[in-house]
């Protein structure tokens, strides 16, 4: 096994944080292409259903890109933001953007158990080939 094939396993001291790292901070950067291909999935998600930050990132072919689309729903008005929330329905904008995300998603329908989202009745399945 080549030494660069050991780091992308995290075999060798450090290799899985400085891997994360990286990933991080290119999330962090604006990238045409990736940011073109999270606003198809957005779009795709109808009125009253609701998707995660992980399954959008994911559907759009980059799996481990979640926080770049918490990065594009701050910069692009124009999405509707209000329907990606966290793992389990959480809603994870914070301040008063949660009380507008959570008023925003019940006036399209959508149910709350408690402070979350009910995901087994409101999570849109997400299939990249639709899109």
Known sequence: MSKKTL???GSEPGARAKLKR???RSGMRPNDDRDAAFRRII???????????GK???????????????????VDV?????????????IKVP????AEQRL???MEGVK?????VDMEKYEYPLRPWDT
């Open 95 to 98: 301040g008063a953007g949660a």
């Open 112 to 116: 709350f158990r408690g402070r979350r």
């Open 104 to 106: 925003r998603l019940q």
């Open 43 to 53: 779009h795709s998600i109808p009125r009253g259903k609701v998707s995660t930050y």
């Open 78 to 90: 124009a999405l509707p933001w209000h329907r990606i929330v966290g793992v389990g329905g959480q």
């Open 7 to 9: 780091m992308i396993f």
């Open 56 to 74: 959008v990132a994911a559907a759009a072919g980059y799996p481990l890109y979640h926080r770049a689309v918490a990065r594009l729903l701050r």
């Open 22 to 24: 990286q990933l991080i």
